[in-house]
Structures are given as C-alpha cells and as structure tokens.
C-alpha cells in the first residue's frame, strides 16, 4: 500500500508538470514494479507505452520520483507490467480517474482565475478551438502556418495582405481564426474580425436596403485585423467586390493586417474583379497541400488528445493511411469511432475500423492497403544515398549531376524526383534536403517538391516511372 501512496505522490507531481492531455493519452495506468536503493521500476500496458514514457517523459518522472523517494534514486525504468490489469493488482493506478480525483478540489480555485478569451466576434463567428499550438505543422501547411505566425509577431507589419489558398478541409479556417485569436490575446486593444465571403454579402445587401452602407463602411474601417474566409463565394458579387475593394485600400493605406482565404490563387479566380484579385496578391500568397502520412497521424493523435480519447497506434497508422483526402474527413472518423466506443464500451480494434472505413468506402481494399502500408513503414533504407541511387540508375545519369548546382535540363527532373522522394518517404525537413543537395535553401527544395507534384498529377508516365522507383527500393 504505501508504494501505491508513493505512486500517488508522483502521479500529482507529474500532472502539474504535463499539459491535461498528455498525462491521460500517455500515462493512462502505471504501477511500481521494483523498488531498490538508487533505482525505480514502473509497469506500464503496453510496450507502445512505456517507449513513449521513456522518450517524452524520462525527466520529469524521475525528478518526482527523487522528490518521492529521496536523492539516491539514480535511475528509474519503465517495463511493460503484464499483471497491470489484474484486479488483484491493487497498487497500479488508472490515471484518467486519478486525474479527476485530483484535479477535483483545485479546479474550481483555477476556474475564478483563468482569463476567458474573448471570441473574436461577439457573435461567435470565431472559434476559440482553433489555435496555432494545436494546429499540426507538416511540410504541406509549414509556409502558410509560418507566415501566420509572423503575422501574429508584426501584423500589418510582416505579410499585408497574407493569402491562404488550398482545397477544402486542409485547414485554412483554423490558421485563419487562430491568427485573428492569437492577434487578439497578444494585443488585447485591437480589434479583429472575422468574417465569411457568405457574412460580408449578407452584411453587404443588407446595408444597402437599409441604407447604413455608411455605417458598415464605418465599422470596417475602424479595425485593426481583418479575416475574411473564402472569398471564392464572392464571385460574380460585383458590388459587393466593389465595396470590398475600398475597405482593402482603406486597411491597407493604414497599415492593418488583412488575412484572407480562398479555393485557389488569386490569379485564378477569375469570377473576382482584376483589380480586387491583384490586391490579393500584393502580399505573400501560399498554399496548403493536402497532409502526407505522417501529418495525418500527427493529426488525428492531436484532435485525439485533445478529446481525451486513447487510440491504439494501430488504428491511428490505418486510418491516416487509407483516409487521405482532407482532415474533415479524419477527425469525423475519429468521430465516429468515439461514438461508437461511447455507445458500446468497444475500444476500436483495428478489425473493427477496417469494416467501418470500409462501409463508408474510404477504400475498397482495406486490409490489403494496411497491410501495405505495415510493410511500407516498417521497411529500413539505409540512407538517402538508397534514394539517390535508385533515382541516378533510373534517369541514367552519374549522383553528381543530380545532387550539385548544373542547371542543365537533363538533370532538373530527376533531381525534383530525389528531393521530392526523400521529403515525401524519408520525412526529411526541407533544410536536410538542402544541404543533401549542394546546400541549396529551403525554399527552392519546396519549390522542386511542390513543382513535381503538381506534373505528377498531371503527367501519368512520370507516375509510373516515380512509382517504379520506389517499387524498386521497396518505399
Ligand atoms: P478549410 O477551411 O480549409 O476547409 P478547416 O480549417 O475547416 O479547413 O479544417 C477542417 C478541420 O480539420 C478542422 O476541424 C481543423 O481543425 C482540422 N485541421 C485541418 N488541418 C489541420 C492541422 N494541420 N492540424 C490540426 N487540425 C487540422
Ligand atoms: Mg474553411
């Protein structure tokens, strides 16, 4: 008993060193399995577990455990506790329920002093859910995640106006208000809105039957930030562009940050006045991409987490491997699989989703995908050289042509092909592959890579000669 008080003791140290999350995803039952003189053993459930305890939280566990124990613990090892489970294991401690235990009696006292944010429009059209730290950054959303953040540092400063581009469901809504939120927290004296295409023609028409364009114009003019989500919808609205157009000239004249997002890029949207469309692009323009694996997983652990919902890495790894299309679509899976979870008690098995994936047809070949993909990530390359290797041996061309500055064409394509090999299946960060190839910068890798896979949509030879390569080196 007095080892599980011990454990107790560590337990509420650690959570008021954790973020809420993170304490219930990954320690969710613990024990102690062996006390000696200068080491602890704690029991965890599973081996997914306790590498994520001794990868995130080796440190903070062991300098509770040395203020529990005393300064002669040197060590502490986490071993997967078989018995964990067993109702007569009487010292291991489920941690979602001695979270609320513990957190009962303090929370109320945290309540009184906790500064609610105020929504960037009273009207609720802001969602307080949204912000940069829980927006999850791959290489697909880095620039435009990026660029939010120097605008939240400087606005109207850095990037006037920033426009965010990208198919549905990839996250411009959620930079665009965790911008306007973050403004709004770090300047509490300026004023933000945020608003929709749709709500700013509504607003628009309504104000010239009522005769208070006056007053709309003088709302818009006294902002600091202005949101404005969407502006596809605006086509075709041509008075509406119209007056759009002087407020943006008004802002702009002023130096107040616009933020604004759209369906595609300026240039093509060619419903919009060319005037308005130009304003658009007098700042930094940057697009989202849709997320590759990695962000995906990345993904749907955050709106796990952050739902406080356990998903076993398996289930995780199958539904970003076979629910590609748009994040909407991931966190309505997750979704439904804590629906069902709350309805039935069934934790999610990864039978169990592939049905259900399936019967939403996500995929026609579930299992088949899955399996795929296992064996995809669990493949080892020994180093980019593998990649470069296979992409020289293909093209027919000697490594130095690929990897240093020739600007011959011959060597263009294969060297997008290398660059875009190794960020799309190696993970690389765009600085690596820079420096792999003759130091370049980050940006022209990000160019290569957007470039080729743009032509890869395009052009079905070449995506047959990528998908060859990779066949061949088994990515
Ligand atoms: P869009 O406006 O581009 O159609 P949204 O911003 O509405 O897309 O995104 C759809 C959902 O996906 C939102 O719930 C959003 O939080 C989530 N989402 C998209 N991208 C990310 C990301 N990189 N990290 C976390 N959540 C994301
Ligand atoms: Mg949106």
Known sequence: MEKHYKLRNIL????????????????????????????????????????????KFQNIVLEATKSEFGDNIQSIDFIVDNTIDNPSNSDAIDCQSYYKESTKTSKKAEKKSQVSMTPIDKKGNANNRYTLSNFIVGWDNQLAYSACEAVTKNPGKSYN??????????????????????????????KVVYTTADKFITEYITAVKKRTIDKLLEKFRSIDVLVIDDVQFLAKKEQT??????????????????????????????????????????GITVDIWK?????????????????????????????????????????????????????????????????????????????????????????????????IDAVSAHFGIEKEGILWENRKKEFMLPRQVGMYLLKTKMNYTYERIGNIFNGR???SVLYSCKKLDKLLKKDKTLLYEVNAIKDGIGI
């Open 291 to 387: 997320p590759d694996f990695e962000t995906r997983l990345a993904i749907i652990q955050e709106k796990a987490r952050e739902k406080e919902f356990m998903i076993p890495q398996d289930v995780a790894e199958f539904i970003a491997a076979n629910v590609t299309e748009n994040v909407r679509e991931l966190e309505w899976v997750l979704n439904q699989m804590i629906a069902e979870y709350e309805l039935t008690g069934n934790t999610p098995s990864l039978t169990r989703i592939a049905q259900k994936l399936q019967k939403l047809s996500f995929t026609t070949d579930l299992l088949g995908e899955s399996k795929r993909a296992e064996t995809r990530t669990r493949t080892t390359i020994r180093s980019y050289e593998d990649i």
């Open 441 to 443: 910068n980050h940006a």
């Open 161 to 190: 106006p920033l426009y965010i581009y990208g198919d549905v469901g990839l996250g411009k809504t959620h930079l665009l208000q965790a911008t306007g939120n973050e403004i709004l927290m770090k300047y509490k004296d300026k």
């Open 12 to 55: 509420t140290d650690v959570i008021s060193k954790l973020k809420k999350q993170d304490f219930l995803v990954y320690f969710r039952k613990i024990s102690i399995v062996e006390i000696s003189s200068d080491k602890i053993v704690f029991g965890t459930v599973s081996s997914f577990m306790k590498d994520n305890l001794e990868a």
């Open 241 to 282: 562009q119209n007056e759009l157009y002087n407020i943006f000239n008004i802002l702009y004249d002023a130096n107040k940050q616009i933020i604004i997002s759209g369906d595609r890029a300026p240039k093509e949207l060619t419903e919009l006045e060319p005037r308005l469309r130009s304003r658009f692009e007098w």
